[in-house]
């Protein structure tokens, strides 16, 4: 068996203990909780309120860059690599789509990389270096949130563990360059002041 499938067949065991070994009832409504966009309307409009406080004029250049950040990881993982890898998601894969609790819809057919991880991945990146970049702290927080939602996106059946890390890894990258580039951008001459974010 070459290294390739030793991988995929330690991500699909990994993959089953997740879903029918750490399973437990009162989870599954949190789990699928966690994945809903709607449950984190509450921190995007903190977020929007945290940088809009005092109106400064770069306000405007974080939340572009954020949503940029969201677009750019979302067409990356499920334009390109997606239809690139085509790895049949759990629900989808012969092989072990008989042992997946589907608490969710199986969505698209291809499961590599994680989409939901990139985008998230990516948006705390951006966030925790651009905001230590202007403020001085570091919002450690944001990894266990993104973290968390790559958790549950194995919990509910749609992703295996190693699609999440792949995602989450394509997520870093992506946030990390759109960090340095929101650094130039607001260092920059078009810009009147930096941003000002309170302490």
Same mark, same amino acid.
């Given at each position: 068996?070459?290294?390739?499938?030793?991988?995929?067949?330690?991500?699909?065991?990994?993959?089953?203990?997740?879903?029918?070994?750490?399973?437990?009832?009162?989870?599954?409504?949190?789990?699928?909780?966690?994945?809903?966009?709607?449950?984190?309307?509450?921190?995007?409009?903190?977020?929007?309120?945290? /940088? =809009?406080? *005092? $109106?400064?004029?770069?306000? !405007?250049?974080?939340? #572009?860059?954020?949503?940029?950040?969201?677009?750019?990881?979302?067409?990356?993982?499920?334009?390109?690599?997606?239809?690139?890898?085509?790895?049949?998601?759990?629900?989808?894969?012969?092989?072990?789509?008989?042992?997946?609790?589907?608490?969710?819809?199986?969505?698209?057919?291809?499961?590599?990389?994680?989409?939901?991880?990139?985008?998230?991945?990516?948006?705390?990146?951006?966030?925790?270096?651009?905001?230590?970049? /202007? =403020?001085? *702290? $570091?919002?450690?927080?944001? !990894?266990?949130?993104? #973290?968390?939602?790559?958790?549950?996106?194995?919990?509910?059946?749609?992703?295996?563990?190693?699609?999440?890390?792949?995602?989450?890894?394509?997520?870093?990258?992506?946030?990390?360059?759109?960090?340095?580039?929101?650094?130039?951008?607001?260092?920059?001459?078009?810009?009147?002041?930096?941003?000002?974010?309170?302490?």
């Amino acid at each position: 068996m070459s290294l390739i499938e030793t991988l995929k067949s330690l991500d699909k065991i990994i993959f089953i203990l997740i879903q029918n070994d750490s399973d437990r009832f009162f989870l599954d409504n949190i789990m699928v909780g966690l994945r809903n966009p709607i449950t984190w309307i509450p921190l995007y409009l903190y977020m929007l309120y945290f /940088i =809009t406080k *005092k $109106k400064r004029n770069g306000s !405007w250049l974080f939340i #572009l860059f954020s949503i940029l950040t969201v677009a750019i990881a979302d067409n990356v993982s499920a334009s390109l690599l997606k239809p690139y890898f085509a790895r049949l998601r759990p629900c989808a894969d012969p092989e072990i789509y008989q042992y997946v609790r589907n608490l969710v819809d199986c969505g698209g057919l291809y499961s590599f990389p994680s989409s939901h991880a990139a985008n998230h991945f990516g948006l705390a990146t951006f966030w925790f270096w651009s905001i230590f970049k /202007i =403020t001085g *702290k $570091k919002w450690q927080w944001l !990894w266990v949130w993104a #973290l968390l939602i790559g958790y549950a996106q194995i919990y509910v059946g749609k992703h295996y563990p190693f699609d999440i890390a792949a995602g989450a890894l394509l997520g870093w990258c992506i946030g990390l360059i759109m960090a340095k580039t929101f650094e130039i951008f607001s260092n920059g001459n078009f810009l009147q002041q930096r941003i000002l974010l309170p302490v």
